[in-house]
């Protein structure tokens, strides 16, 4: 496999994949199938396709990719409310990358910049911060997308901001919890998983504890890895060792940075700033509790309080983007895949985040 080139240990990761292979073949000779198993870590997604992996491991372990990319996931009347907000005057938008090319019902925030409107891309929602203090005639707004990985850096960025006594600055909040999404997923019993591998980066804020309601609710196991080619292996291995002697567990592959607690810091700060809400998801609907909003306390940074937007029902395309989100089909599947939507034109968000299913598909696995 071309890319296993890249490895740093290239002997290790073709070891570990014909280990994978050959469990891969005794689950499939017991349970008459291959193992279905699904990430929910747009980094994972990638990281998967990227390898080589998803495609070498294709005949021997099904492996599906989940919610697990912010910008994939934020629903189209979202998407459609922050481009409208950036149209309000004396106002700068900041946002990460990603979000400026996501294409809304009219238009994308990559339009409205062209068009005039002030809207700057960050590397972290600190730098959101500094340009609010720049800017003191400007009111600026900073799109809060992410998972529990970023909702702790948005918080660093509020409290930077009530520090500073800045009256100018203000989070639209858009965030998304993985364990709601994981539990609406299991409940609607629409697609059937093995086993979850579990995301690294949110596991080292949360913590391996808070996954042990796959084995407590659901009786399904997880690991959590990281996101070298061998390491996605391992996980792989562990997830097919318990499925082979029937038992659940939650286990933690990637000791190194994740611990059972997680960042109590972190937590500690999204408690004290935010509070649970109802969020809407892509092709899922509301979720009850699936996101954070900013606390009463903290209204005034709260852009959904200061700014009133107001957006009709989204214009519907053929996008998939909703059930690619759910595991139900892979982008091969959307007749607009490589068709009418690439990256360099993308129908969904799916096709143009750095993390999304179809563009990982699109960079990785076209033509295979
Ligand atoms: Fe949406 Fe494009 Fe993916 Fe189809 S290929 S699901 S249009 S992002």
Redesign the pocket.
Request: hydrophobic share 30%; proline share 18%; net charge positive.
């Given at each position: 496999m071309e890319s296993l080139e890249t490895l740093s240990d290239p002997a290790l990761a073709r070891q570990s994949l014909e280990a994978v292979v050959e469990l891969a073949g005794e689950f499939k000779k017991k349970f008459g199938r291959v193992p279905v198993l699904m990430e929910v870590c747009g980094s994972h997604t990638m990281a998967f396709a990227k390898s080589g992996l998803k495609t070498r491991l294709k005949d021997h372990v099904r492996l599906i990719a989940g919610p697990g990319c912010p910008v994939c996931v934020t629903d189209q009347k979202s998407i459609d409310a922050m481009i409208q907000l950036a149209e309000g005057s004396n106002r700068i938008l900041c946002t990460f990358g990603d979000m400026m090319r996501v294409p809304g019902s009219r238009v994308s925030l990559m339009n409205s910049k062209t068009d005039g409107k002030d809207i700057r891309v960050i590397y972290s929602p600190l730098d959101s911060v500094k340009i609010a203090e720049e800017n003191p005639d400007k009111e600026v707004i900073l799109l809060g997308i992410g998972f529990e990985t970023t909702i702790p850096i948005l918080t660093l960025a509020i409290r930077e901001a009530e520090r500073k006594e800045l009256k100018n600055y203000s989070v639209w909040m858009t965030t998304k919890l993985v364990e709601p999404v994981m539990r609406a997923l299991l409940d609607s019993g629409e697609v059937k998983l093995d086993g979850f591998i579990l995301p690294g980066h949110v596991s080292v804020v949360l913590g391996k504890k808070s996954f042990d309601f796959l084995v407590e609710d659901y009786q399904i196991s997880g690991v959590i890895t990281g996101f070298e080619p061998v390491q996605l292996l391992s996980g792989i291995y562990k997830l097919l060792e318990l499925l082979l002697e029937n038992k659940f567990d939650v286990l933690n592959d990637y000791p190194s940075v994740v611990k059972d607690e997680g960042n109590l810091t972190a937590q500690k700060l999204l408690k004290q700033y935010l509070r649970l809400h109802d969020e809407d998801w892509r092709g899922m609907g509301s979720i009850p509790g699936s996101g954070l909003v900013l606390k009463e306390e903290y209204a005034q940074f709260d852009a959904k309080k200061r700014y009133e937007v107001s957006v009709g029902e989204p214009r519907k395309t053929?996008?998939?983007?909703g059930e690619?989100i759910r595991g139900l089909i892979n982008?091969e599947s959307?007749v607009?895949?490589n068709k009418g939507?690439t990256p360099a034109h993308?129908?969904?968000?799916?096709?143009v985040s750095t993390e999304g299913t179809?563009a990982a598909h699109y960079q990785y696995m076209r033509g295979e």
């Open positions: 053929k996008c998939r983007c690619i982008p959307c607009l895949f939507c993308p129908i969904g968000p799916c096709m179809c």
